[in-house]
C-alpha cells in the first residue's frame, strides 16, 4: 500500500468517526425536545447504548422515565418492545413458548413463538415488581444476547440494548433485584422530581396544542460501528492498572480494602463492574470528542456504574453512610497512586 493509499484510508476513517459523532449528537439533542430537563440522564443513556452495555432507571412514578426509553427509540430507529413487570408475569411472557399450530395437511405441531425480548431495544418497565424468578429470565438474554427454549439457543438482535426502568424499593409491591443481575446493568441512572423551572417547560411543551415531531437521527448499523469504535478508545496503562487499584479498595476482605470499607460495605465492585468503568469511561471519552480515556473521564461516569454494585451491610445503613462519597474519595486515592 503506498503511502497517498494510507493517508486516503486514514481520512476515509477519520470522516467516518466524525460522521457517527454528529449523528451521536444529533440523537441527543432530538431526545432534548422531548425529554425536558434530563440531559445528564439522556447522556449516560446514549453513552450505555454504544459501550454496549445495559440501564436501570430508577425513580417515582410520573418522573419520564418511560418517556425517555421512547424516545431513544424513536431517534435511533432501533426495533422497540415493552414488557410491563407486573406480580403475574411468567418467565415465558418475556422469552417466548412453544405453541401448537396446525399445519397444511391439517396436523398439529410445535413452533417456538418468539417472546417481546426479541428486539433490538427493550423496556422492563418496573421491572422490581415482578418475582425474582421472572426477573431472572432476562438473565442470559443481558449477559449473553441469546436465549435458550425448545432445547436450543437463539440469538437476539443486534444491538440488543435493555433499558429498565423501577421504583424505589420503599415503594408497595416491590422485590429487590437480585445481586447478580443487578450487576449486569452498566448504569444505574437515578431520575429525580424536576425543579420548578424545568416543571414549567414541561408543563408549556406537554399541555399545548402542538407537539414535538421526533424523527430518526442515528441507525442501528451506526450504533453497531460505535460500540466497535468504543472499544478501539485506547486506555493509558496507569489508568488501567488504577481502576484495578480501585476496585480492590472497595472490597471487604481484600488486602488492600480500605478500612471503611472493611467496617460498612457488603459488596464492592466487582471484575464485571472493573469492566463496565472502563467501557463507560471510553465511551463517554468518545461522544465528548477525545481520542483516548482521561481521570474527567472516569470521574463522570462512575457514580453511575458504581452505585448499584456497591452495597453497604446493615451497620453502614445504620450509620447512614454515604456511599458515593467514599468511592469518589477511593477513586481519587487509587488515580494519585499512579
Known amino acids: 500500500m503506498t503511502t497517498a493509499t494510507r493517508q486516503d484510508t486514514s481520512d476515509a476513517e477519520i470522516a467516518e468517526l466524525e460522521r457517527l459523532r454528529a449523528a451521536l449528537q444529533s440523537a441527543r439533542e432530538g431526545m432534548a425536545d422531548t425529554v425536558i430537563g434530563q440531559g445528564d ?8 447504548l454504544i459501550a454496549g452495555g445495559h440501564v436501570l432507571l430508577e425513580g417515582p412514578p410520573g418522573v419520564g422515565k418511560t418517556l ?21 408475569l411468567m418467565p415465558a411472557d418475556i422469552t417466548g413458548s412453544m405453541v401448537l399450530v ?11 413463538r418468539m417472546g417481546p425480548v426479541f428486539a433490538q431495544l427493550l423496556l422492563a418497565d418496573e421491572i ?24 436450543k439457543s437463539m440469538a437476539l438482535p443486534s444491538p440488543f440494548f435493555v433499558l429498565a426502568t423501577q421504583n424505589p424499593i420503599e415503594m408497595e ?29 414541561i408543563l408549556n411543551a406537554t399541555t399545548g396544542i402542538d407537539t414535538v415531531e421526533q424523527s430518526q437521527m442515528i ?29 480492590l479498595l472497595t472490597q471487604p476482605g481484600a488486602s488492600d480494602a480500605d478500612a471503611d470499607v472493611t467496617r460498612y460495605i457488603r459488596f464492592g465492585v466487582s471484575p464485571r463492574g472493573a469492566q463496565s468503568l472502563v467501557l463507560a469511561a471510553k465511551a463517554h471519552a468518545l461522544l465528548s470528542g477525545a481520542n483516548h480515556v482521561s481521570v474527567e473521564d472516569m470521574r463522570a461516569v462512575l ?22 462519597a467514599l468511592m469518589l474519595r477511593l477513586f481519587d486515592r487509587a488515580m494519585r497512586a499512579n
Do not use: W
Open 102 to 112: 396446525p399445519d397444511s395437511e391439517g396436523r398439529n405441531r410445535l413452533e417456538f
Open 128 to 151: 422490581n415488581r415482578a418475582t425474582p424468578r421472572t426477573q431472572s429470565a432476562l438473565l442470559e438474554a443481558m449477559q449473553e444476547g441469546t436465549i435458550s427454549a425448545a432445547g
Open 303 to 324: 457514580q453511575p456504574v458504581v452505585r448499584h454494585r456497591v452495597q453497604p451491610n446493615f451497620e453502614g445503613r445504620a450509620a447512614d453512610v454515604d456511599v458515593p
Open 41 to 48: 440522564a439522556v447522556e449516560l443513556m446514549l453513552i450505555g
Open 68 to 88: 425517555m426509553v421512547r424516545s431513544l427509540a424513536r431517534v435511533t430507529g432501533l426495533s422497540f418492545s415493552r414488557i410491563q413487570f407486573t406480580p403475574d
Open 219 to 247: 441507525t442501528p448499523d451506526d450504533i453497531l460501528q460505535l460500540q466497535k469504535l468504543v472499544r478501539a478508545v485506547p486506555l493509558a496503562e496507569p489508568l488501567r492498572k488504577g481502576v484495578a487499584r480501585f476496585c
Open 173 to 201: 409491591g416491590t422485590y429487590t433485584l437480585p445481586e447478580a443481575q443487578i450487576d449486569r446493568f452498566l448504569f444505574r441512572i437515578d431520575i429525580s422530581y424536576p425543579s420548578a423551572e424545568v416543571l414549567s417547560g
